[in-house]
C-alpha cells in the first residue's frame, strides 16, 4: 500500500472542495472535453455516456463533455461531435446529466463553431467560414470571410446551445477558443480584417464578447461559463504569452465567465498538435509555469490539463497553487477509478497514462478513441472497468507467457477467483516490450503498462514462474482447466528475393545480438513508432549515417495525429535520412559491405544503396509451436470461439481435461492494445 493512508487523503489537495460560482466541485481533478468518436448522430450514444457515467463511478470532480460540440450547421463534425445545433439533443442530454450527477460528479459541455478548422465536404457541405479567407495547414479547407449576417447567426447559435445546454441540466459550458472560430479572431496569422473585427486587440476580441454576451443573456446568469484558451500559440507572427495573457485579463474582468481553462500551442498544424497534445519522451506537464503566470493575474479558477500523467504532478499544480483544478484527461482513459484510489489510500494502484497515444492517434486515422493498456476503456457496455469476481467453482488456469496479453490474463483470472500459474521463459516479465523499451525514452515509458499489470499480479497471488520455458509436460503437470497461451511472436523479415541471411532485425539490435557501425540503412515496411525507434537508438549511440526507408507513401505510415510529428521531428533533428515509395529486393556482399537493391513500389525502377548493415522491421510471426503441441490433448482443440470473444461473452468449455486458447502476437502479428484486449475478453467470463 502506499505512504498515503486514508486518513491523510482527506487532507490531500486533489481532494478538496473548489467553489466554482454558485456549483462546489468535490475535488480538485477533471477530465477535459475531447471528442472520441463514439457518438453517430450528434446526440450521447449510450457507449458515451456509460464512458463518462464511469469517470464520475470512479470519484471524479467534474467531467468535461462535448470536446468541439457543434452549435452552428456549418460547423461540421469530424469526430462524432454533439450536436447543439439541434434542439433534438436535450432529451438524451439530460438523461444523461442524470446519471452522472448520480455519483456526485459535475458535468459541464464544450461548445464551438469550428471555423476554418474544418472542411467543407463533411456534414452538409456547407463553407467553412473564418474572420479571412486564411486556409488552415491541418484540416485545409479554405474558409469564406465572414460577413455582418454571419457574425449575427454565429452569436445567435452560441446563445441557442447554451440555452439547451441548461435545458439539458448541464453544470455549465465552455466557450472553446483553442484554434477555434473565436480564437482565430485573436491571432493575426488568421485575422487579417481591417473592420471592427481586425487590427487592435478590442477589434479583435469584439467578436468573442459578442458571443459571451449573447450566451450569459439566454441562459439568464443561470448557467456556469467558461472559456479554453491557448496560453501561447508557438507560431511566428502567432499570438504571444504576453497578448494571451492580456487576452486571458480581459476575458475574466468582464464578468461572463467563471473560469479560464487553459491550453498552449496552437492546433492550426501538424508540429503544433503534438505540441498541444503531447506524447509519451516529452516532460510532463510542459506548460504549468506558463499557466500560473496567467492564474497569478486573474480572479477567477483556472483549469488546465496537458501530460499530466501522474498523480504527484497533479497534486503538485494544485498544492503550489499553479491552477485551482487539474486536468487528468487521459490518465481517466487509463484509470477512470483514479480518484477513489486516492480518496481509499491506494494510490499505488493507480494505472497511469504512458502517453502512448493511442486514444488520439486512432481518432485521426478515422476511428474510435482506446487506451492502449485499460481494454474497457470507452467499451464499458461489454467490459467492465472493475473485473467481477466469479460465481462458479475456483478454476486452475495456466498462462504461459508474460509479455501485456498474458499478464493481463493473469490479472483478470486473478480477479475472478482462481488459481492462476503464469510461466515466463525469460529472467522478468513483460515480454518483447523490454526489448522496445530499450530503443529510447518514449519507448521506455510504454514499461509502465508492464510495471502495473507486474504489480497486479504479484498483489493478486498469481504463482509467477521466471526463467521457465513451458512444454507440454510442465503444463500438464498443472492439471489445469484452461490453458493460455500468450507466446508472443518471433521478429520476421518478410520476403525478399535474395540476402536474407544478410539482414538483422531491430530486435536483433535492441538486445545487443547485433551491434552496427558505419552505414546502415532500416528497411520498414511495418508502419509503426518501430522503425523511428531503431533509428533514434543508433543515432543516439553515435551510429551517424542512418538511413530510413519504407514501401509506405509515409515514414511510420500509421502514425498520426501526434505520434507521427513526434518521431519526424525526432528523425530531421537527429538527421536521419528518409525515402519513402521504395521495397527493399535483396541484399549480396559487396568488398567489406553490403549492396542494398530496392525497387519504386510506382515505378518500378531500381535503386542501389552501399551499406554496412541492414535492418528489417517487419513485425512478428506467431510462435505458437506449445499452442500448436496442445490443440490435440485440449477439450476444444484450441479454437476460440470468435462470436463469444467479439461481445466479450463467455467462451464455451468442456467437462474433462482442460480448454486451450491464444492471444495476442501468438494469434498474429499485432500490438499491446490487440493483446491486452483479447486477454480481457476471453478472461472476464472464465
Known sequence: MTNLSVAAASSDPLLQPLQMGYLVLKNRVFSSSHAPGYNTDGTPSERYVAYHEEKARGGIGLTMIGGSSNVAIDSASLWGQLDFSNAAIVEPLGRMVERVHAHGAAIMCQL??????NVSHDGDWLP???PSSVREPMHRGWPKEMEKADFRRVAKDFAAAALRAQMAGLDGVELCATSHLVDQFWTPLVNQRTDEYGGSLENRLRFTFEVLTAMREATGGGLLMGIRMIADEGLPGGLLPQESKE???RIAASGLVNFLNLASSSLATEAGLAKAIPPSGTPTAPYLGLVASIKDTVDVPVLHATRITDVATARHAVAEGFVDLVGMTRGHMADPHLVNKLAAGQEDRVRACVGASLCINRLHLGMDAVCIQNPATGRETFV???????????KKIVVVGAGPGGLEAARVCAERGHQVVLFEAQDRVGGQVVVAARASERQAELMGVIGWLAAEVDLLGVEVRLNTPAE???????NPEVVIAATGGWPGVGSIEYGEDLLCTSVDVLSGQVVPIGRVLIFDDHGSERGPSIAEFLVDRGVDDVELVTPDRLVAHDL???LGP???TMLYGR???MATDLRLVGVRKEGQGLKASLRNEFTGQSEQREVDTVIVEHGSLPNDGLWRSLTGESNNDGVTDLAALAKGKAQPLGKEGFALFRIGDAVASRDIAAAIFEARRLCQNL
Open 112 to 117: 464551438t463553431h469550428m471555423g476554418r478548422r
Open 128 to 130: 467553412t467560414i473564418g
Open 247 to 249: 487576452i486571458a485579463q
Open 384 to 394: 467492465s472497468q472493475l473485473v467481477t469476481p466469479s460465481a462458479g467453482p475456483r
Open 472 to 478: 507440454i509436460a510442465e503444463v500438464q503437470a498443472e
Open 560 to 562: 498520426s495525429a501526434t
Open 566 to 568: 513526434a518521431y519526424l
Open 575 to 577: 538527421g536521419v535520412k
